[in-house]
């Protein structure tokens, strides 16, 4: 987690500079995410808030995404880390919305997808998505790889 702080404060100094918000939406990451910009002094000033999103029960209560929304998406997928992203930003009226989704092993999920697959997108300012393979079953490795990822591809479309 040490290593996920200094993203972090890259984060942060951006948000607060531009007096802008954000909100996250997680699930293979289990918080880390979250943690990691909490762990900064200060966070009040743009973290509003977020959610470990890891089941459909967390979906439909958390996010409101109902079941009849999911037709034809699937979760750890690039599409779906999208539909987190947009709808926890709308969900916390913030500028800027942040999620992960994946599978984190020793296994992979019942969708098909290897362990160490992870799809992240941002919503905001700037939209983009992307997904992360490190072919690895290391369950703990890979929520850190995971996190890490993300909050450097935050930092990278907050520079953008």
């Known amino acids: 987690m040490k290593d996920l702080v200094p993203l972090a404060e890259k984060i942060a100094a951006k948000l607060i500079a531009r007096k802008q918000t954000i909100a996250v939406a997680e699930s293979s990451t289990g918080g880390l995410i979250s943690a990691a910009?909490?762990?900064?002094?200060?966070?009040?000033?743009?973290?509003?808030?977020?959610?470990?999103?890891?089941?459909?029960?967390?979906?439909?209560?958390?996010?409101?995404?109902?079941?009849?929304?999911?037709k034809g998406l699937r979760s750890a997928s690039e599409p779906y880390a999208q539909l987190l992203?947009?709808?926890?930003?709308?969900?916390?009226?913030?500028?800027?919305g942040l999620s992960e989704t994946g599978a984190t092993g020793p296994t992979g999920n019942r969708y098909g997808d290897a362990a160490g697959h992870s799809c992240m997108a941002v919503a905001g300012p700037q939209q983009a998505v992307m997904t992360l393979e490190t072919e690895s079953i290391d369950r703990l490795g890979n929520m850190h790889a995971f996190a890490h990822t993300a909050l450097t591809f935050l930092l990278k479309n907050l520079s953008a």
């Open 85 to 96: 992203a947009k709808q926890i930003r709308e969900r916390f009226n913030c500028d800027w």
């Open 37 to 70: 910009l909490l762990a900064v002094p200060g966070a009040s000033a743009y973290y509003l808030g977020g959610g470990v999103i890891y089941t459909r029960d967390a979906r439909r209560v958390l996010m409101e995404i109902p079941d009849d929304a999911m």
